[in-house]
């Protein structure tokens, strides 16, 4: 094995990246934005025939990106040649495709945004095949399903489209949901998740006890994502996409996805008669199931897609042989079917976008109108068909040969009268696609007058049906990648196989000619045929996959109705007692080691803490309907409990504890302005008792859990943070030094969440006062009691002499949190209660006026400057958000420390701060929209100009 295959990642990443492109060039023009789109396949193609050399050597190449090593997660890809073989399919055919669109698509349809999809599926396809953590690959097969439901629904505006992309996400993203269950029970059997292990597992897997469940599930998503029996029935329906999506998606790329998964988990899956049974038994259903059905199909592209889902199944059947010959077999067709299969389908196109019709019956004759197109069609259908001279041919009298030594529980017919059967049938539906659509008279009722397209449409069947005859004259030609992706999808070792044209008079060759004959006299009586087929009764797989999505949806309509009936009483009955259950299950359940710490002395000033505590706690049960009291009573709790902190020794908590109750309580109180002073009674005394067993038990259960631990001897990270604050973070606050780089993402992720808060409650206020409720708000009647003063005086100097003093403990707080109690988080805190307190007292007008900075772009600068500087720590080459400190000396001031962190903490500032105004500015919206007054002046009025009463002179 070799790690020569560094640029594995970029191959897999470069369609991901090629995707910005389309949605930019398009605004160039048609060609530049197909031409740009070319770039990065054809840049991922010079990279992968670089590393060609080495695997047709026989070398595995790896790559690793190391994510979470300690789980498993890592971004592993290695490349062999099965990888290979794949790789050059998505990648050539995602080439030719490109061609094909520009010249397929019409003018309103929006190409950029086509090939943005297409690369993106792409992407999604080449991380399968190069993929070593299985882990990743689930990710990339979940990837395609997104994506290909995106192609799919390209033309949005029929309701077939929308209808075939959420059947195709449905079915495959069920399938790959199993997947994921089967592949972790995989990974777990071999001891790792990376493919180039588990592939040397293969005994081991075999013999486990956990082999059928993990093979039922993976075949799940294998045979979900390439249409086989009995979900078969999403191909044909996902025909409404474009046909350049068609030909892709359902030659080369995502109907091939499970095609690939089962040749590379051949080595370590097959050999055992669940295999057996299960894989062939599918395929062989699907093959003679698709044919039959592809056989009374008008729809030309509905006669391609149930032929792939034929064919599919052949592929199927052969990996289910289990057999060294049978799985080289499966390689080679895999090739030819890709070149004819795309052929045709482009073929399909040019046809229905030159006459404006796939109506099988309404077409013929189009030879004489269309010749380059019919010879295309011609090629590449006789190929399909397995006809002499054509790679279809080849690969069809191997499968024959492959059938012909395989026994199916004990018969040894079975097998080979079906693979018969599928062949035969085969043979009728490609012949009938040449004759009913080329060949006859001309006709005159055309929907439009037929003509051979320009070169750059046929271009790219032209190239690959010139493949199908090169490799059905030489089939040598592709001898070396046979072999290649044979021996990766074998473990090696080859058997002996022959690509040749000749290979004597053999029961493959007497099954072929069976075949041949067959589809000539079928084809012959096709009429017929048809009619009765009409009138045959049988079940539709579409109308059984409504019946049960709408029977699921039903399901699932009556139980949501019953549990989510709109009470949050309800839910958080429902969540706290499953909550209570799973803990005592789990609390019982375990073994405890008996109490090592004796319980420590009560002092008074703690015992008269905690019942003022509880009492604090009780009156908020009490008095929670009159919501002006609740809020004192909370207050009175968020003391008390930073109370704790303090006489806990722990400062940090405690100021951040303070700060924090006291903006919430501000901001409360002006929210309280707009609520009704008390609320509703709503529950019943029955549910009252009920929520207050419930509170009591999650309490008590919380107590219990806490009382355990600290009871107890445990191990805590604490020791670790206390012995590395400096030495790794540079400070001797060990809290703050945990905030900004021990735990700094979680305090990144905090404050883009209290941002997106802020913006959300403005957005909802705009949304809000704009509405319905805001003309409610301007008609509302002004109380006429409303306070003249409501600005007082002694408050408005009060605060301005407290505003200067305030920032300066901001800026102080902020300064000092590296190695005392406080930063970044707190002081923005203390300046948005000093602002709070201006706009309280001053009103919001004055104050608005007088301010500088608008709030949204603080919080947006502030998630900035903290984001940077995480990303700062990778040019050093460490971790995200790693501290980089050291030592300054300034003239006149000592030596002091300087980090990283500093620049961190400033961006939890400017976001704290920023959401907090805004959150204040948005309540303020509302008060004014009410008929509050606006004071341009720092109180409301001025009391020595009031009028005053003269009183009578004395006479």
């Given at each position: 094995?070799?790690?020569?295959?560094?640029?594995?990642?970029?191959?897999?990443?470069?369609?991901?990246?090629?995707?910005?492109?389309?949605?930019?060039?398009?605004?160039?023009?048609?060609?530049?934005?197909?031409?740009?789109?070319?770039?990065?396949?054809?840049?991922?193609?010079?990279?992968?025939?670089?590393?060609?050399?080495?695997?047709?050597?026989?070398?595995?190449?790896?790559?690793?990106?190391?994510?979470?090593?300690?789980?498993?997660?890592?971004?592993?890809?290695?490349?062999?040649?099965?990888?290979?073989?794949?790789?050059?399919?998505?990648?050539?055919?995602?080439?030719?495709?490109?061609?094909?669109?520009?010249?397929?698509?019409?003018?309103?349809?929006?190409?950029?945004?086509?090939?943005?999809?297409?690369?993106?599926?792409?992407?999604?396809?080449?991380?399968?095949?190069?993929?070593?953590?299985?882990?990743?690959?689930?990710?990339?097969?979940?990837?395609?399903?997104?994506?290909?439901?995106?192609?799919?629904?390209?033309?949005?505006?029929?309701?077939?489209?929308?209808?075939?992309?959420?059947?195709?996400?449905?079915?495959?993203?069920?399938?790959?949901?199993?997947?994921?269950?089967?592949?972790?029970?995989?990974?777990?059997?071999?001891?790792?998740?990376?493919?180039?292990?588990?592939?040397?597992?293969?005994?081991?897997?075999?013999?486990?006890?956990?082999?059928?469940?993990?093979?039922?599930?993976?075949?799940?998503?294998?045979?979900?994502?390439?249409?086989?029996?009995?979900?078969?029935?999403?191909?044909?329906?996902?025909?409404?996409?474009?046909?350049?999506?068609?030909?892709?998606?359902?030659?080369?790329?995502?109907?091939?996805?499970?095609?690939?998964?089962?040749?590379?988990?051949?080595?370590?899956?097959?050999?055992?008669?669940?295999?057996?049974?299960?894989?062939?038994?599918?395929?062989?259903?699907?093959?003679?199931?698709?044919?039959?059905?592809?056989?009374?199909?008008?729809?030309?592209?509905?006669?391609?897609?149930?032929?792939?889902?034929?064919?599919?199944?052949?592929?199927?059947?052969?990996?289910?042989?289990?057999?060294?010959?049978?799985?080289?077999?499966?390689?080679?067709?895999?090739?030819?079917?890709?070149?004819?299969?795309?052929?045709?389908?482009?073929?399909?196109?040019?046809?229905?976008?030159?006459?404006?019709?796939?109506?099988?019956?309404?077409?013929?004759?189009?030879?004489?109108?269309?010749?380059?197109?019919?010879?295309?069609?011609?090629?590449?259908?006789?190929?399909?068909?397995?006809?002499?001279?054509?790679?279809?041919?080849?690969?069809?009298?191997?499968?024959?040969?492959?059938?012909?030594?395989?026994?199916?529980?004990?018969?040894?017919?079975?097998?080979?009268?079906?693979?018969?059967?599928?062949?035969?049938?085969?043979?009728?539906?490609?012949?009938?696609?040449?004759?009913?659509?080329?060949?006859?008279?001309?006709?005159?009722?055309?929907?439009?007058?037929?003509?051979?397209?320009?070169?750059?449409?046929?271009?790219a069947p032209a190239l690959l049906v010139v493949m199908v005859v090169l490799i059905g004259i030489y089939p040598k030609l592709v001898g070396p990648v046979v072999a290649m992706a044979g021996a990766a999808v074998t473990g090696g070792e080859l058997p002996y196989y022959s690509l040749k044209i000749w290979h004597g008079v053999n029961m493959a060759l007497i099954m072929s000619v069976i075949a041949v004959i067959g589809g000539l006299i079928l084809l012959a009586l096709h009429r017929p045929l048809d009619r009765a087929w009409l009138a045959t009764p049988r079940p539709e797989a579409k109308a059984i996959f409504d019946a049960l999505v709408d029977s699921l949806v039903g399901l699932s309509r009556r139980v949501t109705e019953g549990l989510h009936n709109g009470s949050m009483n309800r839910y958080l009955a429902i969540f706290v007692a499953a909550t209570l259950a799973l803990g005592y299950a789990a609390f019982s359940g375990g073994r405890m080691s008996p109490p090592t710490r004796e319980l420590l002395p009560i002092p008074p000033v703690a015992a008269a803490g905690w019942l003022l505590l509880i009492v604090a706690t009780a009156l908020v049960v009490i008095n929670h309907r009159n919501r002006f009291r609740a809020l004192v009573l909370i207050g009175v709790i968020g003391l008390m409990v930073a109370s704790g902190f303090v006489y806990l020794s722990a400062p940090d908590l405690a100021l951040t504890q303070i700060s924090v109750e006291t903006v919430t309580i501000m901001l409360l109180l002006l929210a309280l302005y707009f609520l009704p002073k008390t609320t509703?009674?709503?529950?019943?005394?029955?549910?009252?008792?009920?929520?207050?067993?419930?509170?009591?038990?999650?309490?008590?259960?919380?107590?219990?859990?806490?009382?355990?631990?600290?009871?107890?001897?445990?191990?805590?990270?604490?020791?670790?943070?206390?012995?590395?604050?400096?030495?790794?973070?540079?400070?001797?606050?060990?809290?703050?030094?945990?905030?900004?780089?021990?735990?700094?993402?979680?305090?990144?992720?905090?404050?883009?969440?209290?941002?997106?808060?802020?913006?959300?409650?403005?957005?909802?206020?705009?949304?809000?006062?704009?509405?319905?409720?805001?003309?409610?708000?301007?008609?509302?009647?002004?109380?006429?009691?409303?306070?003249?003063?409501?600005?007082?005086?002694?408050?408005?100097?009060?605060?301005?002499?407290?505003?200067?003093?305030?920032?300066?403990?901001?800026?102080?707080?902020?300064?000092?949190?590296?190695?005392?109690?406080?930063?970044?988080?707190?002081?923005?805190?203390?300046?948005?209660?000093?602002?709070?307190?201006?706009?309280?007292?001053?009103?919001?007008?004055?104050?608005?006026?007088?301010?500088?900075?608008?709030?949204?772009?603080?919080?947006?600068?502030?998630?900035?400057?903290?984001?940077?500087?995480?990303?700062?720590?990778?040019?050093?080459?460490?971790?995200?958000?790693?501290?980089?400190?050291?030592?300054?000396?300034?003239?006149?001031?000592?030596?002091?420390?300087?980090?990283?962190?500093?620049?961190?903490?400033?961006?939890?500032?400017?976001?704290?701060?920023?959401?907090?105004?805004?959150?204040?500015?948005?309540?303020?919206?509302?008060?004014?929209?009410?008929?509050?007054?606006?004071?341009?002046?720092?109180?409301?009025?001025?009391?020595?100009?009031?009028?005053?009463?003269?009183?009578?002179?004395?006479?």
């Open positions: 094995m070799s790690n020569g295959g560094s640029l594995l990642p970029i191959i897999a990443l470069l369609p991901f990246l090629g995707a910005l492109i389309p949605g930019l060039m398009i605004r160039a023009g048609r060609t530049a934005c197909a031409s740009f789109t070319a770039v990065p396949t054809i840049a991922a193609i010079v990279m992968l025939g670089t590393l060609t050399p080495a695997v047709l050597r026989g070398e595995v190449l790896t790559a690793e990106i190391a994510w979470l090593p300690q789980l498993g997660l890592t971004a592993s890809f290695f490349l062999d040649g099965l990888g290979l073989l794949f790789a050059m399919m998505i990648l050539g055919v995602g080439l030719l495709i490109t061609l094909y669109a520009r010249f397929y698509l019409a003018s309103e349809d929006p190409m950029g945004q086509f090939y943005t999809y297409l690369l993106l599926f792409q992407g999604a396809m080449l991380g399968i095949v190069l993929s070593d953590n299985i882990l990743l690959l689930l990710i990339f097969w979940e990837l395609t399903s997104l994506s290909s439901f995106l192609l799919i629904g390209y033309w949005k505006h029929l309701p077939e489209g929308r209808q075939g992309a959420r059947m195709a996400l449905a079915v495959t993203g069920a399938g790959g949901l199993a997947m994921i269950g089967g592949m972790l029970i995989l990974g777990n059997i071999a001891g790792s998740y990376n493919l180039t292990d588990i592939l040397q597992q293969g005994d081991a897997i075999r013999a486990s006890e956990w082999y059928l469940p993990a093979l039922i599930l993976i075949l799940l998503g294998a045979f979900t994502k390439s249409a086989q029996f009995p979900f078969h029935f999403w191909l044909p329906h996902a025909m409404a996409a474009p046909t350049p999506v068609s030909a892709y998606l359902h030659s080369a790329t995502m109907v091939k996805a499970g095609v690939f998964l089962m040749a590379r988990m051949w080595p370590v899956l097959s050999g055992t008669d669940a295999w057996f049974y299960i894989v062939t038994t599918t395929g062989l259903i699907t093959m003679v199931l698709g044919a039959l059905i592809a056989l009374f199909k008008d729809d030309l592209k509905a006669l391609l897609a149930f032929s792939t889902v034929s064919h599919l199944g052949l592929l199927t059947m052969l990996l289910g042989f289990g057999t060294k010959f049978a799985a080289v077999v499966a390689v080679f067709h895999i090739i030819n079917h890709l070149t004819f299969k795309a052929a045709l389908f482009m073929t399909a196109g040019i046809v229905d976008h030159e006459t404006h019709t796939r109506d099988i019956k309404r077409l013929g004759g189009l030879r004489h109108l269309m010749p380059i197109t019919a010879l295309i069609g011609t090629v590449a259908a006789l190929s399909m068909a397995g006809i002499p001279f054509f790679n279809g041919f080849l690969s069809k009298e191997m499968m024959l040969d492959a059938a012909s030594d395989t026994a199916w529980a004990g018969s040894e017919w079975a097998v080979p009268a079906l693979a018969t059967l599928g062949a035969l049938l085969s043979v009728a539906y490609s012949l009938r696609f040449i004759v009913h659509v080329f060949f006859g008279p001309k006709r005159d009722d055309y929907p439009a007058k037929p003509h051979d397209p320009p070169f750059g449409m046929w271009a509703p009674k709503e529950s019943t005394v029955r549910h009252r008792l009920r929520d207050g067993v419930i509170a009591v038990a999650a309490g008590g259960g919380v107590a219990a859990l806490a009382m355990t631990f600290l009871m107890r001897d445990f191990s805590s990270i604490s020791t670790f943070h206390l012995d590395n604050s400096y030495t790794g973070g540079g400070g001797t606050n060990v809290v703050n030094v945990i905030l900004v780089d021990f735990r700094g993402y979680d305090t990144y992720g905090e404050i883009i969440v209290l941002g997106i808060a802020g913006l959300t409650i403005y957005a909802l206020m705009e949304a809000l006062l704009n509405g319905p409720a805001g003309r409610k708000l301007k008609a509302a009647p002004v109380p006429p009691d409303r306070s003249r003063d409501r600005h007082p005086l002694m408050m408005v100097v009060a605060t301005r002499a407290m505003l200067p003093i305030a920032v300066m403990v901001g800026v102080y707080i902020f300064l000092r949190g590296h190695n005392q109690p406080g930063g970044g988080f707190v002081a923005g805190l203390v300046i948005s209660i000093a602002l709070l307190m201006q706009y309280m007292a001053s009103g919001f007008a004055w104050t608005q006026g007088r301010q500088r900075i608008e709030y949204h772009s603080m919080i947006g600068w502030g998630a900035l400057i903290a984001g940077l500087t995480g990303v700062g720590a990778w040019l050093g080459g460490a971790p995200f958000l790693t501290s980089i400190y050291g030592y300054i000396q300034l003239p006149l001031i000592e030596k002091f420390g300087l980090g990283s962190a500093f620049a961190f903490d400033l961006g939890v500032f400017l976001t704290v701060l920023g959401s907090v105004m805004l959150m204040l500015y948005s309540l303020s919206r509302i008060a004014r929209h009410a008929g509050e007054t606006v004071n341009v002046e720092p109180m409301d009025y001025d009391p020595s100009l009031r009028v005053q009463d003269k009183k009578p002179e004395a006479e």
